[in-house]
């Protein structure tokens, strides 16, 4: 069974920095693309950033500049690396990726990131 397991979320100051990772159990199972998601507290989940089967990457524009996805094959893990945090970024952040091998959706458990003033 295909699980994403989120890591990396925690407690920072505005300015500092977080990467984020979304690893696919299993050594069988290969990310093709996905994305990041994040939900503050009384809001709509959001998207934060995608990358395609391709590499290609998509983000918010409150996260240009600042965020960057990237994926490691080898490792089956998807990153989200975060630079200059603030308190707007606080949120439960998830992943979501399409597995090879499935060819199906999975969301990870969500991970929380809070940033300080």
């Known amino acids: 069974q295909v699980q994403l397991v989120e890591s990396g979320g925690g407690w920072v100051q505005a300015g500092g920095s977080l990467r984020l990772s979304c690893a696919a159990s299993?050594?069988?199972?290969?990310?093709?693309?996905g994305g990041w998601y994040r939900q503050a507290p009384g809001k709509q989940r959001e998207l934060v950033a995608t990358?395609?089967?391709?590499?290609?990457?998509n983000y918010a524009d409150s996260v240009k500049g600042r965020f960057t996805i990237s994926r490691d094959n080898a490792k089956n893990t998807m990153y989200l690396q975060m630079n200059s945090l603030t308190p707007e970024d606080t949120a439960v952040y998830y992943c979501?990726?399409?597995?090879?091998?499935?060819?199906?959706?999975?969301w990870g458990q969500g991970t929380q990131v809070a940033v300080s003033s």
């Open positions: 990358i395609s089967s391709g590499g290609s990457t």
């Open positions: 299993g050594s069988t199972f290969s990310v093709i693309a």
């Open positions: 979501n990726a399409v597995i090879k091998q499935t060819l199906r959706t999975y």
